[in-house]
């Protein structure tokens, strides 16, 4: 029972972590059909924004959830910047978009390195979230607990702006279908931006919440953007809910194969599970839409 | 289908002077020129020429951005690795980082590579079977475009992280390394590395006459109908996933043999060599030369891994902002790569040459359109699919317009 739990418990947090990684990406990716590498820089980008601001305010807690703020700020812009000058001439060569923004990911890493170094830096968390927590006889860290938290309370304020907002009702009219939308009157170009930005941020905030897991190097994007993809790809496009389904049952799948042998193996067969699952369902788990005349 | 046409006709005597000459710059003029470090450089990228040569065919003809290339590259070239290293500890012997981080025995999977027909079989063989299953898997059930992409970059992820996690096996992170001979000869003899770079440049110029041969036959103009309208090819009567398996099998085939080469050319292979980044990373050179094109990866990917050696040695954190740099520029303006430019003035000439070009208030229209028309027809063959303008109502519809 004890192992069970604790399995689980490791799922959801690896899940939770993949969960706020692809959260923005099923925006970009799942929405608008941008294929965004440089998603996992925009994560980079707000790790450091935690890192330069833990310099800036010396209570750990006031620069956490600063970070959380201004990270989404840095990345939506540096995102709304990338769509501005090169995605959006580039909607209708998704593949294109593809290495373009391997292109920017690899600058802006390389910038990352040149500005902060290459060895990793650590951010502190504050003492509210040190130590654990005992859950059902469970020694669970707190951190944990808060990445959890901060990964449903995005899922639930991004699905509120989906279906209640104006704007979200724009993005969703311009996902379903654009020419129409832009007949009725939606600037499809704005929406695009703001989607685009709303993705973006969501990819820092990924990054300011992994700074509590560990230290933080350049490469942190390349670590995750596989994944992130990963989660995508199963959850399905065009809907929220593919993601979190899909980013909990791979992160559970991986923590349980990972416990029976190892962290390499786990990984390969999870590749091999996500494989043979896209052939009973290759349009993913949610879908809205299908996908050519299949 | 023009770049197809001047293939085939005026083209097959033009092809043969050109293997010629490029037989001729590699043969004979090279090894006098270069220096024996200069032809052991110029041996490894023609190695990943060989890469690229089937990227060229499965992504520029056939529409499948394949970003886990690494991963058959990487299966050459550690079972290539792993005979060598049998090879050097000789019969029965243990290869010398085993008894280092595991147990001093050679697991089972490893035996059968001691004898070099069978090694050399599995270069070919185990990376096409993956390749083929993979392929028959994904592509049967049109999983196509950006999930294709997507999953062989996943491929790559995880094969590069069982290569690390793996070391009692693999040699981690460090690889396999420290190569004494290669089928007999002595590596550290400057004759055998000589004998090494003919192996390889006579290799890929094979490999490229095959590739030729594929674009020009029945099976090449499928593969590019394939590419521009999986659909109609469909409703024609073919299979569209068979076609895509073959010439993904055919890039995993020769990704594997430029990987085995690799080894005893560069003398260490490692999973910085096959991960995530090394594999979309053989994609610059054949989006700058044109990936549509037959020489286009091939001369891109030299001149990519040649600007690389000389740009690290003087600038090692500058090569990065240009590799990023390349990928921005050549695809998204560019995206015929410089293939693309040769065609456009080759087209333009005779609109251009008679009169001088008129002021912004004389009739500019017709030389204008003419080089649009030609840069348009330029880029058709080459353009990602979704450029075909003619209508197909009820499939365009149905994909909402971000399809593949």
């Not at chain 1, 040190?130 to 020694?139: F, M, S, T, Y």
């Not at chain 2, 085995?260 to 292979?269: E, H, N, Q, S, T």
Request: include cysteine; hydrophobic fraction near 55%; charge should be positive.
């Amino acid at each position: 029972m004890e192992v069970i739990m604790s399995q689980l418990f490791a799922g959801l947090s690896l899940g939770s972590v993949l969960l706020l990684a692809a959260l923005g990406l099923a925006l970009t990716f799942g929405q608008m059909g941008v294929i965004n590498m440089a998603h996992g820089e925009f994560m980079l980008a707000g790790a450091y924004t935690a890192y330069v601001m833990q310099g800036i305010f010396a209570d750990a807690g006031v620069s956490l959830m600063l970070s959380l703020v201004v990270g989404f700020l840095v990345g939506g812009t540096l995102g709304l910047l990338l769509e501005m000058t090169l995605i959006h001439r580039m909607y209708d060569r998704p593949l294109d978009t593809l290495l373009v923004t391997w292109g920017v990911a690899l600058v802006l890493q390389q910038a990352a390195r040149n500005i902060f170094g290459a060895p990793n830096v650590d951010v502190r968390a504050p003492e509210w979230l040190k130590g654990a927590v005992d859950i059902l006889g469970l020694a669970v860290p707190r951190t944990r607990l808060f990445i959890i938290a901060l990964a449903i309370a995005c899922v639930v304020v991004l699905a509120l702006v989906l279906k209640l907002t104006p704007l979200g009702r724009r993005i969703r009219a311009v996902v379903q279908n654009r020419s129409l939308a832009e007949a009725s009157g939606i600037s499809t170009k704005a929406t695009d931006r703001l989607t685009f930005f709303i993705g973006s941020g969501l990819a820092s905030i990924a990054g300011v919440a992994l700074t509590l897991l560990g230290s933080i190097g350049p490469t942190l994007g390349t670590n995750y953007i596989v994944d992130a993809f990963l989660v995508v790809v199963v959850g399905g496009i065009g809907q929220i809910k593919g993601a979190v389904i899909a980013a909990f049952a791979l992160g559970i799948l991986q923590a349980t194969i990972e416990y029976s042998t190892t962290a390499s193996i786990a990984k390969v067969l999870v590749f091999v599970a996500i494989v043979a699952f896209l052939q009973a369902r290759p349009q993913g788990l949610v879908s809205v839409r299908q996908r050519g005349i299949a | 289908m023009t770049a197809l046409g001047l293939l085939t006709r005026p083209g097959r005597a033009r092809t043969l002077a050109g293997f010629a000459l490029a037989a001729v710059v590699l043969f004979a003029v090279a090894p006098v020129v270069l220096s024996d470090f200069r032809l052991n450089l110029l041996a490894k990228f023609l190695c990943l020429a060989m890469v690229a040569v089937g990227i060229g065919l499965a992504w520029g003809r056939g529409g499948m951005l394949t970003l886990g290339q690494g991963v058959f590259f990487g299966l050459g070239a550690y079972i290539m690795a792993m005979h060598l290293k049998l090879a050097d500890a000789g019969p029965g012997g243990v290869p010398d980082f085993m008894t280092l981080y595991g147990t001093g025995e050679v697991p089972g999977w490893w035996e059968p590579l001691r004898s070099a027909p069978v090694a050399l079989a599995a270069i070919v063989v185990v990376p096409c079977a993956l390749a083929a299953i993979l392929g028959y898997a994904v592509f049967t059930r049109r999983v196509r475009g950006a999930y294709f992409a997507i999953l062989s970059q996943a491929l790559a992820a995880a094969f590069a992280i069982l290569l690390v996690g793996q070391q009692k096996v693999t040699g981690g992170t460090n690889g396999l390394n420290g190569f004494r001979s290669f089928f007999g000869y002595d590596l550290t003899d400057p004759v055998n590395k000589r004998m090494i770079f003919f192996v390889v440049a006579g290799v890929l110029l094979v490999m490229v006459a095959i590739v030729r041969q594929l674009m020009v036959s029945r099976f090449g103009e499928l593969l590019v109908a394939v590419r521009d309208q999986e659909n109609r090819v469909r409703f024609l009567g073919y299979d569209p996933a068979l076609v895509k398996v073959v010439a993904y099998v055919v890039a995993a085939g020769m990704a594997a043999i430029g990987g085995a080469l690799f080894v005893p050319v560069v003398g260490i292979i490692s999973p910085a060599d096959v991960g995530v980044v090394p594999s979309i990373a053989f994609l610059v050179g054949v989006a700058i030369g044109g990936r549509a094109t037959l020489l286009g990866p091939v001369l891109g990917a030299v001149a990519v891994s040649w600007a690389q050696t000389s740009l690290s040695e003087s600038f090692p954190s500058g090569w990065i902002y240009v590799q990023g740099a390349l990928f921005i520029v050549v695809v998204a303006f560019l995206p015929g790569g410089l293939a693309s430019l040769v065609g456009k003035l080759r087209r333009t000439p005779p609109q251009a040459s008679p009169t001088p070009p008129p002021g912004p208030s004389g009739p500019p229209a017709a030389p204008r359109a003419a080089a649009v028309t030609g840069a348009a027809t330029a880029t058709a063959t080459t353009a990602a699919p979704g450029a075909p303008t003619a209508p197909v109502p009820t499939v365009r519809a149905a994909t909402g317009g971000h399809d593949d």
